[in-house]
Structure formats: structure tokens, C-alpha cells
């Protein structure tokens, strides 16, 4: 079963609109969410989350994790199209043996129109 | 530029043919891992390597083998190829996992099995 859950699994936006993609988790040993970009290739990183309703915020993209709740959020007001990417939430877990392994959503696909 | 680099970026395979995916960092990271994406599943973690010397299974290991050669470089072998390893694969690499930084990802190797 998947432990790593994102949704909406897609999504299409005209630019200026505000977007919100969620991403909820159930594993054990938690460590962190971390939050990617990934347009053709390589994913980029974004946010790393770790406590509470701490935000994060980067431009115009913010993130918040809600431990309490299992989930986290990742807004992005007044999009542009070169927002348009796949957004991969993962969780970072720490094992027996501190691995520090990443379980991967399976991704949200954002298209933004002009 | 610093970074994860993968080789080849492009393959196409015939049924069990064998190869071996490379890839390097130049970041002097200890951890590395491998993953495959396929469409709609999100990154799954075949193997990884905590440290110079040792190597792990991931969620899917089968009809992988991994080498750590040495810090630099960890390769992914496929002995003999089937259609349901057709993915694009993901290399990346962590300083350390107690660090608590995100993993950095090289620009996939897509790989095409007839």
C-alpha cells in the first residue's frame, strides 16, 4: 500500500491562478516531507519540512507540514507556465540503521495555460 | 558543474541483453541511491548505498545488481534485460543520511527494452 499520497494526481490552471497540492504520509520513524520539482529531467529540490506548522516559503511557492494530521500542503499563488511541472512529495524516513530512505508519492501533474 | 552524472542518457535494449548504468558525483557524498520512474508510480527506490563499501535492496531490487566502486560511483547492472525494466532511472546522492539535507538527483538515464 502506498505510503506517500498526493493529490490531486493532475491539474490544470490558467497562469494567475493559485494552485494547492497535497500530499498525505503514513510510515513510521518519520523524519522529514521534502517537496521536488521535476520538469524534463532531474527532480529539483524545493522544501524540506520537518516540524509543525512552521511555513516555508520561497518566491511565490510555500509549504506547511501538519504532523498532528499526517499531511503537508504546497501552494503556489499566480502561476506561471513554467510552473508547469510534476511536484513529487517523499518522506524521509529514519530506520534501525538510519538509511535515511525517501518514499515517493507518485506526483502531481501541474499544467498552466496562458 | 557539480552535480550527479548519469551515463547514458538514452538506451535501447533487445530481451536479455545485459548493461550497466553509471553514475558519478563529484560532491564527495557518502550515500547513494538508485531509482526507477515509471509513469503514474512516482520514484522507486531498486538499491542504495549508505556508505563506500556497502550496498542495500530497495522496494524493487529484482533483476537488479548494484556496485560501489568507490565514493564517487555506484552502477546499476541489468544481466538480462526484460521489457518490465522499460523506465527511466534515477541516480542520487546524500553528504550524509543524519544530515538531514534533500538528495540530489542526476538527469535520469531513459532505457527502452524490446
Known amino acids: 500500500e502506498d505510503k506517500v499520497v498526493q493529490s490531486p494526481l493532475s491539474l490544470v490552471v490558467h497562469e494567475g491562478d493559485t494552485v494547492t497540492l497535497n500530499c498525505s504520509y503514513e510510515v513510521t520513524n518519520f523524519r522529514s516531507l521534502l517537496w521536488y520539482k521535476q520538469e524534463k529531467k532531474a527532480p529539483t529540490f524545493l522544501f524540506m519540512l520537518t516540524s509543525s506548522g512552521i511555513e516555508k516559503k520561497s518566491g511565490r511557492l510555500s509549504s506547511i507540514l501538519d504532523k498532528k494530521e499526517l499531511f503537508s500542503i504546497l501552494n503556489i499563488t499566480a502561476t506561471q507556465t513554467g510552473d508547469s511541472a510534476i511536484y513529487l512529495c517523499?518522506?524521509?524516513?529514519?530506520?534501525?540503521?538510519?538509511?535515511?530512505?525517501?518514499?515517493f508519492g507518485r506526483g502531481t501533474q501541474l499544467t498552466v495555460w496562458p | 558543474n557539480a552535480g550527479v552524472t548519469q551515463t547514458p542518457k538514452f538506451q535501447v535494449l533487445k530481451t536479455g541483453q545485459s548493461m550497466t548504468l553509471q553514475c558519478a558525483q563529484d560532491m564527495n557524498h557518502n550515500s547513494m541511491y538508485w531509482y526507477r520512474q515509471d509513469p503514474g508510480m512516482g520514484l522507486r527506490l531498486i538499491y542504495y548505498s549508505a556508505s563506500e563499501g556497502t550496498t542495500d535492496k530497495g522496494e524493487v531490487p529484482n533483476g537488479y545488481n548494484v556496485s560501489r566502486l568507490n565514493k564517487r560511483e555506484f552502477s546499476l547492472r541489468l544481466e538480462s534485460a526484460a521489457p518490465s525494466q522499460t523506465s527511466v532511472y534515477f541516480c542520487a546522492s546524500i553528504r550524509q543520511v543524519l544530515s538531514n539535507q534533500p538528495q540530489h538527483f542526476g538527469d535520469g538515464t531513459r532505457l527502452s527494452i524490446l
Open positions: 517523499a518522506v524521509a524516513i529514519l530506520t534501525g540503521s538510519t538509511l535515511g530512505r525517501l518514499y
